[in-house]
């Protein structure tokens, strides 16, 4: 899709920085010297045309009280396509990818327990008769921020950002109000002029004594305390030019991983970078998402990391095929 100047503001702001107010496209509208009628049908139209997947928020699992981890598994040539429909059938796995490896399909999996995530993947084990599989929950979170830049105005690095011990991440409890503003926020958000007004609106029809500004105050505070960790869109990059993503895996001494880290997370081109565990027949301990217009210019953004970084040369596993992506539907069970 081609992308007009409007266009390409609204969605690089948006990813990530969605105004979570009465009127979200005005306040848009005032910072891009517009209207909110023109950035209301940018983004309609983008919607439309499937760049943007989805908008609303998108949760910190450990924040809720849930686990995640990222899998891969060895599947026989002849059986990924059914392998990775089994695999898919879970609601728990929300992305589901094929790469080039002999570890070939790879999968994110949250679950409301370590135990549970476990028992998934005993399942798949016995289901499909391959129990090669990697199980490879974070250790440090050095960034994770699916922030393309359709403008050229961002600088080539950023500052690092804090890092995270998912292990140590005290969850929120909350409230049965709580838990229903949690599952719409998760869903898409509508496209209208007060959308947070019809949040509202859905949860009176339900039975929830909440208005508009309770609505705000706890989406708004969900933000500031991480909980929720991004608001705005999720967008489909290859509808945007950026069809090349690879994940770099990279062995780092155990006593450089906290020097490393940031400085891999200050690429704009990574999106993703984590510490995980290794195991005996996978040595990576590094993860960095790069994504790239070309498989050449991922190339050239871990070329910049290692030169960056003193490390041994990545093994950069690019995706083939997106058997699912999808949001996690917490408290979709009414906990």
Not at 129 to 138: C, E, K, R, V
Not at 200 to 209: F, I, K, N, Q, S
Not at 228 to 236: D, L, M, Q
Request: hydrophobic share 40%; net charge negative; charged share 30%.
């Amino acid at each position: 899709m081609e992308l007009s100047e409007l266009d390409r503001r609204v969605l690089t702001t948006i990813q990530a920085s969605f105004p979570i107010k009465a009127r979200p496209y005005a306040a848009l509208a005032g910072e891009f010297g517009s209207s909110e009628a023109e950035v209301l049908a940018s983004v309609r139209h983008m919607k439309a045309e499937g760049v943007i997947r989805r908008m609303g928020a998108i949760f910190d699992s450990h924040r809720l009280g849930y686990r995640s981890t990222l899998c891969a598994i060895a599947v026989p040539e002849e059986r990924i396509e059914e392998v990775a429909a089994l695999i898919g059938e879970y609601h728990n796995v929300t992305h589901n990818y094929e790469r080039e490896d002999r570890y070939n399909v790879w999968f994110t999996l949250i679950a409301p327990n370590q135990a549970r995530i476990e028992a998934i993947l005993d399942e798949i084990a016995e289901r499909t008769g391959i129990d090669d599989i990697l199980d490879l929950p974070a250790i440090r979170l050095f960034k994770i921020k699916v922030d393309f830049d359709f403008t050229g105005e961002r600088k080539q690095r950023a500052e690092a950002l804090p890092i995270i011990k998912p292990a140590e991440i005290e969850p929120v409890h909350l409230s049965r109000e709580e838990k229903a503003l949690a599952r719409l926020l998760q869903a898409d958000l509508p496209l209208v002029e007060h959308p947070f007004a019809h949040i509202a609106r859905t949860l009176v029809e339900c039975g929830y004594d909440v208005d508009e500004p309770w609505v705000l105050e706890r989406t708004a505070a969900w933000s500031e305390s991480r909980v929720i960790r991004r608001f705005g869109a999720a967008i489909k990059h290859h509808k945007t030019g950026f069809s090349a993503n690879a994940m770099g895996v990279w062995s780092c001494p155990e006593e450089r991983v906290e020097e490393v880290g940031p400085i891999m997370a200050s690429f704009k081109e990574v999106s993703h970078c984590y510490q995980r565990p290794t195991a005996p027949t996978w040595p990576a301990n590094l993860y960095t998402m790069i994504h790239g217009r070309t498989r050449e210019e991922c190339e050239t953004v871990a070329e910049s990391i290692r030169e960056a970084t003193g490390l041994e040369k990545p093994r950069l596993l690019y995706s083939i095929r997106e058997f699912k992506k999808a949001s996690m539907k917490y408290f979709a069970e009414g906990d």
